[in-house]
């Protein structure tokens, strides 16, 4: 009894050496737990007196308007387009795009060392989409040159001038095709995520790419395609990959799994279907000014996080938003579930399908 005594007072409770010992310990701290009967009454009142908010309107100043620029030109001969607008206050709700009108829109190409080459695009307001300019039918860009947008004609800001300048990345030299192959219960979505919901270890298409990645650093973006249909491409959807992963683990685009649409998600797609990979070869500055934007975009943690801010682009005059320029491969495949899935390259390369005609300018 000394002993549990002597433990009890060092401690603050005995071992139950005892089945006395152990009610009596219990009685004693239920009676150490109780609160006096005045204590009870006050603690609505104390509750009350921290649960008091008052709604305050406060007036923030509007920023000054800046020139916004989105567009850019490709390799394929076709219509691009350049979309001009300005910026709008910061919690503005319900706001309309304020398109630009009536600007001077023209695209320089320059050489690799940075000589005009004579090849000059005006681009021209389209008349049923305000702030809309795009260039002739036929313009196309070419690997290894580089682009300037001039922008005039414009008051808005502290510019009226602006320029642009987007070097065109070669692109990689050999994309042979992809395969839609079924899978089941699949626990992973692809080397990037995949257009399906939460859940994991369900069905879809995983599509397989088969390329060469020349040696180097190279960016990418990844388009997915059904039917014809683009998917995902928004600045906020679309894959973004550089080639870390590819170089360090000599894989190569052999096979590597893409994209998996899942046959639960949105985009579900059925045998049969032309599923397909448009890939974009961008530079470096337009890769990091994606990653920056989706940042901004999704937002980030209040506590930690710092203040929202305009993401960095390549306009001059203090405009916001990127010019780019980039190379395109796109290859399809059908849906076909007999079709046995690759394991980066695992035993089929040369892909099995034939390897599909390359543009080259």
Known sequence: MRFFNIFKGRFGFAPFDSAQGARNTVAERSRSHRLPIKSLYLLPLTFCLFSCTEEIDITLKSSYKRLVVDGGIGIDPGVHTVILSTTVDYFATNAEIPYVSDADVTITEFNETMQPTGRLFRLLENSTKKGHYETAPDVFGKQGHTYRLNISNVNIGKATHYTADAFFPYIAEQIDSVRAVWWTNLLWSGILGGLQDTARGRNGWNIELFADDPEGENYYIFITYKNGVPLNDTLTRFLLLDNTLIDQNMIGLRGIPIEFISD?????????????????????????????????????????????????????????????AYGNRKAFDIADRSKRPTVFGGGYWPPPNPPKQIIRR
Do not use: Q
Not at 268 to 277: I, P, V
Not at 286 to 315: C, D, H, K, Q, W
């Open 264 to 324: 639960s998600s949105w985009a579900a797609a059925k045998e049969g279907d032309t599923l397909g990979l448009e890939i974009r070869s961008i530079s470096k500055d337009y890769y990091r000014y994606i990653l920056e934007f989706r940042t901004v975009y999704g937002g980030s943690n209040p506590m930690f996080g710092g203040a929202p801010a305009n993401v960095r682009g390549n306009v001059s005059g203090g405009a916001i938003g990127y010019f780019w």
